[in-house]
Nanobody, 124 residues
């Protein structure tokens, strides 16, 4: 079974950039579509971005479209989230997740595996 570990979070000023990584253990990483979600204090977890098994299809929440880029390297068992032009509203714990679905799911229910999360804080 794949296990997920996120890294790359931190404190950044508004307008800055961060790159999150999610490293997966196990041999079946390429069989999972991958997603990034985030949860801000007092708010529900929300979909941020997703990518299909081979990286050919991506999907983004409207709030991050044009600023965030999801990518994956199946040879390295890693999925990335490049976050540019960050704003304070992007502050949240960011989670990566893995799903057996062929399509890129935007709801959390189809995702079977979750990482522990990494904190992203954007100061104004």
């Amino acid at each position: 079974q794949v296990q997920l570990v996120e890294s790359g979070g931190g404190l950044v000023q508004a307008g800055g950039s961060l790159r999150l990584s999610c490293a997966a253990s196990g041999r079946s990483f390429s069989l999972y579509s991958m997603g990034w979600f985030r949860q801000a204090p007092g708010k529900e977890r929300e979909f941020v971005a997703g990518i299909s098994r081979n990286g050919g299809t991506t999907n983004y929440a409207d709030s991050v479209k044009g600023r965030y880029t999801i990518s994956r390297d199946n040879a390295k068992n890693t999925v990335y989230l490049q976050m540019n032009s960050l704003v304070p509203e992007d502050t949240a714990v960011y989670y990566c997740a893995a799903s057996w679905t062929l399509t890129v799911a935007v709801r959390s229910a189809p995702y079977d595996l979750w990482g522990q999360g990494t904190q992203v804080t954007v100061s104004s």
